[in-house]
């Protein structure tokens, strides 16, 4: 069974390290390189074909942002997952609309990260579930202060 391959991207030489070990430990998955900055994150992205890159935010140089998008473009079948210790929608919502298929927070427990990864190489999404809860609450807000009539308010009688 092929493993599936991870391009880490954080300026954080110590902890893409931690990360490696951590993935190192899955029998299903393999680091297949590394980048400190946004631009060499898309290099490396090309250089290596990747499953799933753990893109941070922040890096310097190219926005994360803007690596993302450029990694889609040139390979839509890779996957980025974000990883990050901002747990802000404006981030959430910008990296999903420039393709991210997750967002995990770095103090997320690992077997979290792990089963993000899992999900994404599968197609799927993943939350972090303090975003997720973030999202719900802010949902839940936006409904309560929203004027909305009752399900069948707008129905005629005859149709009721």
């Known amino acids: 069974m092929a493993k599936i391959r991870i391009l880490?991207?954080?300026d954080h030489?110590?902890?893409?390290?931690?990360?490696?070990?951590?993935?190192?430990?899955?029998?299903?998955?393999?680091v297949v390189g590394e980048a400190?900055?946004?631009?060499?994150?898309?290099?490396?992205?090309?250089e290596s074909r990747p499953d799933v890159v753990?893109?941070?935010?922040?890096?310097?140089?190219?926005?994360?942002?803007?690596?993302?998008?450029?990694i889609k473009k040139n390979?839509?079948?890779?996957?980025?997952?974000?990883?990050?210790?901002y747990d802000d929608e404006d981030y959430l919502v910008?990296?999903?609309?420039?393709?991210?298929?997750?967002?995990?927070?770095?103090d997320s427990p690992s077997n979290q990260l792990v089963s993000a990864i899992r999900d994404a190489f599968r197609?799927?999404?993943?939350l972090s579930p303090r975003m997720l809860s973030q999202l719900v609450d802010d949902f839940r807000s936006r409904i309560k202060s929203a004027n909305r009539m009752p399900r069948f308010a707008t129905l005629t009688g005859r149709e009721r």
């Open 75 to 85: 390979r839509p079948e890779t996957k980025v997952l974000f990883l990050t210790m």
């Open 13 to 30: 030489t110590l902890f893409r390290q931690g990360i490696r070990t951590l993935i190192s430990a899955e029998t299903d998955m393999e």
């Open 94 to 106: 910008e990296g999903m609309e420039v393709g991210a298929s997750g967002y995990v927070l770095k």
């Open 36 to 46: 400190s900055n946004g631009g060499d994150s898309v290099d490396r992205a090309n």
């Open 123 to 126: 197609g799927g999404s993943y």
């Open 54 to 70: 753990l893109m941070d935010i922040g890096m310097p140089g190219l926005s994360s942002f803007e690596a993302t998008r450029q």
């Open 8 to 10: 880490l991207a954080d």
